[in-house]
Structure formats: C-alpha cells, structure tokens
C-alpha cells in the first residue's frame, strides 16, 4: 500500500476504526524510510511553505495556457491552491513513483533555491505526476497538507503497530521532532531514549461542563480553581536543563528569559504544569500584554520589567525523575505545595489558589462573576483524578463565565475554505463610530449550515463591489458577536482587538441604527480596567 493509497483510504472513511486499520496497514507494507515522514506528515508537522503562491499560479497558468486573470477566478471557486493547480495542469503520460521522503526532502531544498531554479524542480514534478498524487504534492508545496485524522487515531494505529502503550506512544511524539534525524525506532525504542530530556508529557484537557452544576455530587469531592487567562504550559527541569513547552507542543523556553534561573534552583528530574500569565505588583495584568512581548523578536529589559511573567503552578507531573501522573490530584497538589515551599523560586512560581465555598450555589455565583477577580471562569477537578492523556469526560471540568457580546452589522463576505469554498461564511463586522460604520472585528464560525446558505444567497444578491475575494455588502444583516478578550489596539483600523471572536447569533430582530457603538467597546474595555 503506498500513500496515495492511505491518503484515499482516510478521505474515504469517518470511521475511527477503519482510518486506525489503514495506517496500520501503510505501516506494515511501507518502506522504513517512508514511515517516519508519514507519520509526521499525519500528526500535522509538515514542511513550511517554499515557493511563493504567486509563482505557482503564474507557472500553472502559462503552463495551461490561460490568463492568469481566469486561474484565479476559478481558484476563487475551488477555494484550495492545491486543487487548483491540479485540476488546471495538463494530463501526463508517463507517471513516476516518488517515495514520500523523496519529495518531504525536495520541498525543504526548494526554499534554497532561486525562483528560476524553483520552477525547473516543480515543473519536473508537475509533468510527472497526476490525480491524487499531483494533488497531495502540491499540498507539500503550499505548506498546506493536512489529512483527516486526529493525532490520537495516529497514536493507537502506532500501538497497534508497535505493540506499545497509547500513552507511552503519546509521550514520545509530543514535540516539534525532525523525520530527517528521527526513525520510528529513536522515536520509540527505550533504550534510545536517554537523549530526550527535553520531552514534556501529554497534557491532561478538561472537558467543558455544560450541565447543572450540582450534578457533580458532594462539593467536597472537587478542587475548584479560578481558569486563569494565560498560556498553559510545562515548565521542564532535567540534567541541569530548562524547557518551557506550551499546549500546542511549542518548545517556547526563548520567550520566557526570566524562568531560566529556575534550572539551578530546582532539582533534576521536576515537571511542573500551570498557567503561564504576565505578573506585576502582586496582581495579573491583562493577557493581550503577555501577547505582544511574546510576539517580539527582541526581549528588551524594558519589556521584561513591564510585563514580567510566572507560573501559576496547579499540578506536579515529575518529582526526582518519578512520574507522578497515576497518583490522585489531592497527592499530587500536597507534594507541589511542598516543593514550592522547599524549593524557593523567587516569586516565580505560585501554587494555583483552592477556591473555598459553602454549596455549589456559591462556586456558580464566581463563576458568573469571574473577570472581577481576574479569570475566566472556574476548573473543577476531582480530588482522586490521576494526571491523564488528552481531553476526557468525568475528572477534569471547566466551567467558563459567559461570553461577553456586541451587535454588530455584516459589511464584508469572503468565501471559506475546505468544504465551505463555494460558500460566503467569513465576514468583517462593524459598529458605529458617529455617523460611520467602523470595521471591528472578522468572525466565521457559529452558524448552522441552513442559515449559512441563507446567508450565502443574501451576499450574491447584495454585493456592492468586488476587492479580489472580497464581497462589500449592503449594511443590513446584524449579528451578536460573542468573545473572551477586548483591547485597545494600534494594529486595527477601529483601534480595538477582540480576543476569541465569533457569532452568537443572526439577530434578525435587531435594526441598523440600534447596533452598538465604538464608543460601548471603549466603556467596555474601561470598565475591565
């Protein structure tokens, strides 16, 4: 079985089983030095894009002898690069087999090359390839590739593979790792293991509690903590090393300076995990600070004396080079708080405060209430819990405080992506300024597919002017726009940032001129400060 063959099979199928089956099957039949770059190809760590998507589309173009003007209208269409290009260049006769690592390789090599050079490699390979295979390389070409599994079908098709735990395959694959010094057997094998140090461990989601409160049972069962606003993260100490990772598997030890003396004052062999958040004069500070110094390429001592940063600490994973993880939550947290008290860290490590309530009636009345005390809700964690794998109903909860909300009229469409290419479902927002219409904020996600089509059909009817992909729109349609985060902002045209936006609801029952205003954002967000 080769890998257009898996790629098929996967596109296929939404049965978990049947994709775990086929990657098992590729892995079985597939060449050692193909297994390693399918398998970072399917858990997402692809090459970056090496050719302009300008250059693409021009060679593709001149190559099927079209105007640019009509590729990019049909690309307009189509709404995938990839696709596009594939179903625009010419069929060939004779069809070369490429082993994945030849072209994962080949794609990374590109980026050194001139743009002359660029189209000789990729009209070779374009004249050598077709169907599917034109298609998946194309993707690899756009830095685009993604195939429909999540990484946790990958892992138990390894398992099986392997013969291995779930959650020992888990651990060895977090992390940005390199299929080009890395085969499944320095990845997997423990005896190859003594060099990585620097891995975190899979981190443990909790799941979001939509249900009654009360129906969790005795309060006392439960340790409630304030969800804090910041980065999750694994704070690492081992053999005399500091790593920070974030949620997302970001190795980001660069971007928080200050934590680096912590390698010599805690003991090898310390896993912690915690909240990440900017900290100045024994109080939080806002998260989108915390944004911009991480976005610096230069750390100032300026910046890291006005927006100074800790870890909030609410669970201990690695204790003297033990994994602690089967150990009940109520352990665990005893022995962190011992060792923040042992282990003195200059203010930079804090335990993660256990909230205190009479009844379930008192932890709600926080939660509606949380931004006043500097959070985003409540986590509800059972006091028995181990440290698991992922996301999972029953141990771990989080029960979010309402989102804050704004009406605002719809004055710009753009098709979608994926299966929503033929659709207009990404749209710009505006609120009154005086007598203006102010851009504020773009959103995308939150409606049904019924009214997206009504949508759609509204925009084809009610175009304005046409910018390239973009639709300017009558101002007619109102929506409530709900996010987490408001901020003053000098990136924006409107001067505001929103933090998670995303439509609550159409409001076909509001008019045009009882939409808010600029001014309600900026009362909104003095009155946060």
Same mark, same amino acid.
């Given at each position: ?36 770059? #399918? ?39 189509? !709404? ?62 756009? !830095?685009?590739?993604?195939?429909? #599994? ?81 980065? =999750?993260?694994?704070?690492? #100490? ?30 090898? !062999? ?22 911009? =110094? ?44 011992? #060792? ?9 490590? =804090? ?66 992506? !994926?299966? =929503? ?103 909104l967000i003095q009155a946060r400060q």
């Open positions: 079985m080769d890998f257009i063959q898996l790629f098929d099979q996967l596109d296929q199928t939404t049965k978990t089983s049947l994709k775990i089956q086929a990657i098992y099957d590729y892995l079985v039949a597939a060449t050692e030095s193909d297994k390693i770059y #399918v398998v970072s190809l399917l858990m997402g760590q692809k090459p970056k894009r090496a050719v302009k998507t300008t250059d693409l589309r021009i060679w593709a173009a001149e190559i099927a002898n079209i105007p640019l003007w009509l590729f990019e209208e049909s690309y307009y269409v189509v !709404g995938d690069l990839a696709e596009s290009l594939a179903l625009v260049l010419p069929e060939v006769d004779i069809v070369k087999d490429y082993s994945v690592k030849e072209l994962y390789i080949q794609i990374i090599e590109l980026k050194k090359l001139e743009a002359a050079a660029q189209r000789v490699v990729v009209e070779a390979y374009w004249a050598s390839l077709t169907g599917t295979g034109l298609f998946l390389f194309n993707k690899l070409l756009t !830095g685009n590739f993604r195939v429909g #599994v999540s990484k946790k079908i990958v892992v138990k098709a390894l398992a099986k593979y392997l013969e291995h735990e779930e959650a020992g395959i888990e651990h060895r694959l977090m992390g940005k790792w390199d299929p080009q010094s890395e085969s499944l057997t320095s990845l997997f094998d423990a005896d190859k293991q003594g060099d990585k140090n620097f891995l975190p461990y899979p981190f443990f989601l909790a799941y979001p509690l939509e249900e009654d409160i009360t129906t969790l049972g005795p309060l006392s069962d439960w340790i409630l903590e304030a969800k804090l606003d910041g980065i =999750r993260g694994q704070l690492i #100490v081992r053999e005399g090393e500091l790593f920070v990772w974030s949620r997302g598997e970001e190795l980001m030890t660069d971007k928080f300076p200050e934590f680096d003396k912590l390698r010599s004052l805690l003991p090898s !062999g310390t896993v912690l995990d915690g909240e990440i958040i900017p900290w100045l004069e024994d109080a939080p500070l806002d998260f989108a600070l915390m944004q911009t =110094r991480i976005g610096r390429k230069n750390l100032t001592a300026k910046i890291l004396k006005e927006v100074p940063l800790i870890l909030v600490c609410y669970d201990l994973l690695e204790w003297e080079g033990k994994d602690m993880r089967a150990l009940p939550l109520v352990q665990r947290r005893a022995l962190l708080a011992q #060792v923040l008290q042992d282990y003195k860290s200059d203010g930079l490590l =804090r335990l993660s405060q256990r909230l205190e309530f009479n009844n379930w009636e008192e932890a709600e009345s926080y939660r509606i209430d949380a931004r006043l005390y500097h959070a985003e809700g409540l986590m509800i964690k059972h006091v028995n819990s181990p440290y698991g794998v992922g996301r999972k109903r029953g141990s771990w909860w989080k029960f979010k405080t309402a989102p804050m909300t704004v009406d605002a009229v719809m004055i710009y469409a753009q098709a979608g992506h !994926g299966r =929503r290419a033929n659709l207009f479902t990404d749209y710009t927002f505006a609120v009154w300024d005086g007598d203006q219409l102010v851009p504020f904020a773009k959103a995308y996600s939150g409606l049904t597919d019924k009214e997206l089509i009504q949508i759609d059909n509204w925009i084809k009817r009610h175009t304005l002017a046409k910018f390239g992909p973009i639709r300017s729109v009558k101002a007619e349609l109102i929506f409530e726009i709900a996010f987490e985060g408001i901020n003053l902002s000098s990136r924006h045209k409107s001067g505001i940032a929103l933090r998670f936006p995303r439509i609550l609801r159409w409001r076909k029952d509001k008019p045009l001129a009882e939409i808010n205003t600029k001014q309600d954002l900026l009362n």
